[in-house]
């Protein structure tokens, strides 16, 4: 059998998204995800440690605000730092195509306390990268970690409002106008 | 066997403490706690979920802010507010008595990822519980959500210096430090 399958991972989340929506997070198996994908059990375990993590896609978001924080601008301060990489993920990850995907994942995370819990932790740990990066561009502590927690908020609220099909379909839209309201809020 | 004893729950507390530090959170058992503390496992199991819970005492800190923010005086601001229930936790909760103690209990949760996470998580829920308290005085979303973030980062703040031999034995003061830093910060 081949080891390499063509866009694996995608289709592996793809199928535990709509498995997790028919029937439920807890009455899935990885044997479930990767017979639907069309893949099998150890091509699963090649992409990911376990079920929980399917919907979790490793650290490359982490590793994108970072980019995003060392490239603002000189210039820039903490909190702007931290809005020049947001909106970067508004161009590269948040995009329009992934809206529904998003706001699907979103609903399933929330109807399951394990997902929840995982979600929050990688919230966590977002910021706590978004703070070493700052700290990398010169920024002190606490004022990194001011900075980290307003923009995790911000994030947040635009992430919020972006999967919503109600809200914005522009991710930087729903970031600036966030931005906006955190600052005044603060 | 009499069910009730005196001081249980502190006894329990203490004698884990002890055995995590001294053989490590993994090598300690339910039962090496509870005999250690000079009880039984079902005592043990009255008043902890498991051997996690020992170091997190209840909901009673997330009780205790929300009432602290719900006393404070009509015309503080959020952030206000929430200082407000930070230095009532200095007076009630937070002693020089307790000093020591939480020092110790915070190396030991370091040192273990699941203590972390279970540490990080509790963080959250006292984040929710002070952005509901703001609410419930009238605080809009999302100005509840930004003065809980920048109050758990002053909580944050100022546990660490306070738990830290080197620092701060007052709690209250270091929560007004914390506080001036993160509002020049903001």
């Known amino acids: 059998m081949a080891r390499w399958q063509p866009h694996a991972s995608e289709r592996l989340v793809a199928a535990a998204l709509d498995l997790f929506e028919e029937r439920g997070y807890e009455n899935t198996t990885v044997i479930d995800i990767a017979e639907r994908a069309g893949l099998t059990k150890s091509t699963f375990f090649r992409h990911f440690p376990d079920k929980r993590e399917v919907l979790f896609g490793g650290d490359t978001l982490a590793g994108r605000l970072a980019d995003g924080i060392a490239d603002a601008p000189a210039a820039a301060g903490p909190l702007e730092a931290v809005a020049h990489a947001l909106e ?3 161009r590269e990850t948040f995009t329009a195509e992934r809206r529904e995907f998003s706001a699907r994942r979103g609903a399933v995370i929330a109807a399951n306390p394990e997902l929840r819990e995982r979600e929050a932790l ?3 740990g977002l910021t706590a990268a978004m703070a070493e990066a700052l700290e990398r561009r010169g920024v002190p ?3 990194s970690r001011v900075a ?3 923009g ?3 994030m947040t609220l635009a992430y919020e409002r972006w999967s919503d099909p109600a809200g914005h379909d522009d991710f930087g839209e729903a970031v600036r ?3 906006a309201e955190v600052k005044a809020a603060g």
Chains 1, 2 share one sequence.
């Open 141 to 143: 502590d606490p004022a």
């Open 88 to 90: 970067a993920l508004g």
């Open 148 to 150: 980290a927690q307003l």
């Open 152 to 154: 995790a908020l911000v």
């Open 122 to 124: 990688k919230g966590l």
């Open 177 to 179: 106008q966030a931005l």
